[in-house]
């Protein structure tokens, strides 16, 4: 095969797609990325007081051989490793991650109300018709409405009885009584669930570092702001932002689907891509000019004192995420939508007092703070709603029989599979599929 192979965005999934087409010897193909740097949502920035951010809380883990063998080709040992220590900062206390593994940490009388809806829940079950009405019929009415539910919504920033709970899998770690009533009456922790209880971080970078070092291999073949506007698939021609034009002959598109079919004019599928939902997401990064008060990797925040869900100190993943003498820093994610709206101009102010109000920091640590930084990721998480798949069933067999196949967390608009890795699988294995490479 000789046919012309375009690819649209240089995160995960077009680098992955890079890297194997690459791999294999193939040569007529470009990556076309708006931004000047690539990496996409896995990007990271240093800002002028010399801290660096990730665009949320990446950690990376793998489910896949080919991964790990590319990771330790592109990062070989400038990584560290961690072990997991992840909380719940809720009721004034710290309760270890998972937390339904862990409810002991509760006052009795809501450890009491949490076990008696879990023995009420295995007592009554009833089939979910969506993702609120799991919740409860999987982990019952303490546990849903102490941490569940409101901690969910801060995250989705979407009504849960619209969700569908089909990507569940590996993401929620669902229930196990005995295993619970062991914890309570031994007083142990239970933190070990999930597969990112291990996770490697790169040295110095931030996660970006990984996707940087992707280039010296693809970058012959990559176009840096080089931004879409629209897709001419009647002549097989991509324009672009400063008048260029490209023609393909095969196309993969990263950039969000419903962006993908506005640009492509598929008015037939106006009304379906109004079924593919998003969450934004405002990251306040927070430099603090004090040793580092703890050893924590994140925090989930589900009361509604704190504007945001969760918080990683990140200069605990890598040294070289703050300045060198005496720093930590914080970063913090406050999901934002139609139905839960945050301020742009209001969310440093905020984020701060949120971090005075769950004890993160102190009124006196404010004159510590040397950097605030923001970066609005106004394309987070695909959410994945009840008429999601129904939606993609419409649209992505239509585009690839015209020789378009559209992948990546935003590209196939799938949360389940869109870790770092899942989307550099999800390039390699297209790319494989278009070559027919077994």
């Known amino acids: 095969m000789d046919k012309k192979i375009a690819i649209i965005g240089a995160g995960p999934a077009g680098l992955g797609a890079g890297y194997r087409l690459k791999e294999l010897g193939y040569r ?20 002028d007081k010399g801290f660096t951010w990730d665009v949320g809380g990446h950690v990376l883990f793998s489910h896949y051989e080919y991964f790990d063998r590319l990771l330790d080709r592109v990062l070989g040992k400038d990584y560290l490793e961690h072990q997991r220590r992840a909380y719940i900062r ?38 979910s018709e969506n993702f609120k009405e799991w919740i409860f019929s999987v982990f019952g009415k303490g546990i849903a409405e102490c941490f569940m539910l409101p901690h969910n919504y801060k995250i989705w920033a979407h009504p ?37 209880s291990r996770f ?16 010296p291999h693809i970058k012959d073949n990559l176009l840096l702001k080089k931004e879409a506007i629209k897709i001419d698939m009647a002549n097989k021609e991509v324009i672009f932002s400063d008048g260029d034009r490209r023609n393909y002959d095969i196309l993969i598109n990263t950039m969000p689907l419903d962006e993908f079919i506005k640009r492509a ?13 998003h969450n934004s997401v405002f990251v306040v990064g927070i430099g603090i000019k004090k040793p580092c008060p703890s050893n924590k990797c994140w925090i989930y925040f589900p009361e509604g004192n704190s504007p945001f869900y969760r918080v990683t100190y990140f200069s605990n993943y890598s040294p070289n995420n703050t300045p060198r003498g005496e720093y930590y820093s914080l970063m913090c994610e406050t999901a934002y939508s139609e139905y839960r709206p945050a ?21 006196n640590d404010k004159k510590h703070i040397v950097s605030a930084h923001l970066i609005d990721a106004q394309y987070a998480y695909p959410v994945p709603t009840l008429n999601r798949d129904k939606a993609l069933e ?12 559209s992948r990546g967390r935003f590209g196939a608009w799938k949360y389940e599979i869109g870790n770092m890795d899942h989307c550099v699988m999800q390039g390699k294995e297209v790319v494989d599929k278009i070559l027919g490479v077994k």
């Open 90 to 127: 809720i009721m004034d206390r710290w309760v270890p991650y998972p937390f339904q593994n862990n409810i002991r940490h509760l006052p009795k009388d809501k450890v009491l109300r949490c076990l008696w809806g879990l023995f009420q829940a295995r007592k009554n079950k009833v089939q």
């Open 200 to 215: 490697r971080f790169p040295l110095s970078g931030g996660t970006g570092e990984i996707f940087r070092r992707f280039v």
């Open 265 to 277: 004019g598929l008015v037939q599928f106006y009304d379906v891509i109004k079924e593919l939902k």
């Open 394 to 405: 419409f649209v992505q067999p239509y585009l690839e029989q015209n020789g378009i196949y």
């Open 343 to 363: 301020h742009k101009d209001k969310i440093i102010e905020e984020t701060i007092r949120g971090l005075i109000n769950t004890g993160m920091l102190s009124e």
């Open 160 to 196: 849960l009885e619209e969700m569908s709970y089909s990507w569940i899998g590996e993401r929620v770690s669902v229930v196990d009584v005995k295993r619970i009533l062991k914890n309570i009456v031994l007083c142990r922790d239970d933190t070990g669930w999930g597969p990112n």
């Open 28 to 47: 007529n193909w470009l990556i076309f990325e708006r931004n000047d740097y690539v990496g996409g949502l896995s990007a990271s920035f240093r800002d």
